[in-house]
Nanobody
């Protein structure tokens, strides 16, 4: 089992920055890819960014490319999402998730991820 705990959400104004953190514990050696997803009220949970546990590859949704940066610290078993130039449409609950399958790359489907955190709220006011 892998446990994931997100932190760092909050209420900010448009144009501000936030840094989300996701701490992993348990069988972290089984993790291959970590992803950040978000879900706004009335909408489907969508892929935001992903990174291989080794840090060698990353991927971003078009809507956040150039504004968000995903990174990981293997020593701390943590993954981060630096969010700059935030927009009101970025308002959502943000979840981190772990995929334990190897050889499939960074997948954007939420169904590929086995372990999920509880989520952290990000609200961007205009």
């Amino acid at each position: 089992q892998v446990q994931l705990v997100e932190s760092g959400g909050g209420l900010v104004q448009a144009g501000d920055s936030l840094r989300l953190s996701c701490a992993a514990s348990g069988r972290t050696f089984s993790i291959y890819t970590m992803g950040w997803f978000r879900q706004a009220p009335g909408k489907e949970r969508e892929f935001v960014a992903g990174i291989t546990w080794s840090g060698s590859n990353s991927d971003y949704a078009d809507s956040v490319k150039g504004r968000f940066t995903i990174s990981r610290d293997s020593a701390k078993n943590s993954v981060y999402l630096q969010m700059n130039s935030l927009k009101p449409e970025d308002t959502a609950i943000y979840y981190c998730a772990a995929d334990v399958r190897r050889g499939v790359g960074i997948l954007r489907s939420r169904y590929a991820y086995v372990y999920w955190g509880q989520g952290t709220q990000v609200t961007v006011s205009s």
